[in-house]
């Protein structure tokens, strides 16, 4: 029987700006994934944790009939009882889905029924993954439950795109900042900045605007526009989200190379973990990130 496998995901824009009513655009993320095991199969100290980690989730959905009118909360507990864990290769704090992809797969093999509207099961999947980071917009989980890529419009609905909507020649990478980040944090620090109506102002008229051209000229496949929106995007990243810029990487916003179309920009809420990098060679860029010792992941 073959094994159900939850990637993790990438945000590729909309990171922040979707709280404002921006679009956004994830993909899953090939290189993580996770599935459920059993500790009597497969024993090891993280399996242990990660049925411990389960059961505090089950509490938490337990203190809510909302939670139990979809998930089968005494299946969930019997499985837990006897030893299931999921065994995961996403790492946590990194941006790239760990609660998203755990959250999905809670819904996915202990859901009492399907809950067909998808904007509706984004909010359910993201009350769920409340419980991790205390305010979730539900992508991340519902990213890790569809597999497959998509643009949350600007007019709440969502837009599933082949597999293959990246042209050829742009590839997508992930930067080890090698620092943990801090989710809850960094978004309880944008929700003060958001309460000053001199920084909202600014963010809506200057970086908005940008997360939606990235996302049209990278899905129109137009390479040059593309990395004129994201260049600009980028620098706002560091005006307006300076914190969830660590210090290790910031130099690399602002580097100009004649050789490539190359930049950098925050993944997920930032402050740590991987930051989200394009460029149009793969070769260049490896050669460079090898020389500077900055640890990259092809995602394409």
Request: proline letters at 4%.
């Amino acid at each position: 029987m073959e094994i159900k496998k939850y990637y993790g995901k990438v945000i590729l824009f909309g990171e922040y700006s979707m709280i404002f009513g921006s679009p956004a655009l994830l993909m899953p993320l090939y290189t993580g994934e996770s599935h459920w095991d059993y500790i009597w199969r497969n024993h090891g100290k993280k399996n242990y944790s990660s049925n411990r980690s389960l059961n505090v989730f089950a509490n938490y959905l337990e203190k809510d009939n909302y939670f139990l009118e979809n998930i089968d909360i005494q299946k969930f507990r019997a499985e837990l009882k006897k030893g299931l864990f999921l065994d995961s290769c996403i790492p946590s704090g990194y941006g790239v889905g760990s609660s998203g992809a755990l959250t999905a797969a809670v819904y996915d093999r202990f859901k009492s029924k399907e809950i067909d509207d998808l904007m509706v099961l984004k909010k359910f999947l993201g009350d769920m993954e409340n419980c991790f980071h205390g305010s979730s917009s539900g992508l991340d989980p519902l990213q890790c439950y569809l597999g497959k890529p998509f643009i949350l419009t600007e007019d709440k609905k969502i837009q599933v795109l082949d597999n293959d909507f990246v042209p050829e020649n742009i590839h997508i990478f992930l930067i080890d900042s090698k620092i943990k980040s801090e989710t809850k944090a960094l978004v309880n620090y944008f929700k003060e900045q958001r309460e000053n109506p001199r920084y909202l102002k600014a963010f809506d008229e200057l970086y908005y605007p940008f997360v939606g051209r990235c996302i049209n000229s990278l899905v129109a496949g137009k390479v040059d526009e593309f990395f004129d929106d994201l260049t600009q995007l980028s620098y706002y990243q560091t005006v307006m989200l300076r914190p969830m810029i660590t210090d290790n990487m910031l130099p690399l916003f602002s580097l100009k190379r004649k050789d490539v179309h190359f930049q950098i920009k925050i993944c997920g809420s930032g402050g740590g973990g991987y930051f989200l990098g394009f460029a149009d060679d793969k070769d260049a860029t490896n050669a460079f990130m090898q020389e500077h010792d900055f640890p990259i992941t092809w995602v394409i």
